[in-house]
């Protein structure tokens, strides 16, 4: 069975950085596209970026330019830089693997952005 484990979240002030960490086990072979998804209260879950198994990459308009999205297949682990911080970007953020026969989803980590 594959586990996907978030980590590097926490309390940023506006303007600040994080890098959040997606670190997958278990059978990893068959993951193709790696995604960070993140849901604020009372919103809809939003695709923030994403990696396909050649290096592709895709970001969502609000987080271009200030994010950005990697992987590190030897360690199998997935990683979302995330600079010039704001008060909107604060949310729980969680891993999806596109993984055959079925996604995987991580448990998610929280990042907060606030003065």
């Known amino acids: 069975q594959v586990q996907l484990v978030e980590s590097g979240g926490g309390l940023v002030q506006p303007g600040g950085s994080l890098r959040l960490s997606c670190a997958a086990s278990?059978?990893?072979?068959?993951?193709?596209?790696v995604d960070w998804y993140r849901q604020a209260p009372g919103k809809q879950r939003e695709l923030v970026a994403s990696?396909?198994?050649?290096?592709?990459?895709g970001y969502a308009d609000s987080v271009k330019g200030r994010f950005t999205i990697s992987r590190d297949n030897a360690k199998n682990t997935v990683y979302l830089q995330m600079n010039n911080l704001k008060p909107e970007d604060t949310a729980i953020y969680h891993c999806?693997?596109?993984?055959?026969?079925?996604?995987?989803w991580g448990q998610g980590t929280q990042v907060t952005v606030s003065s």
């Open positions: 278990g059978l990893t072979v068959r993951i193709n596209t």
């Open positions: 999806h693997a596109r993984r055959w026969p079925q996604d995987v």
């Open positions: 990696i396909t198994s050649s290096g592709s990459t």
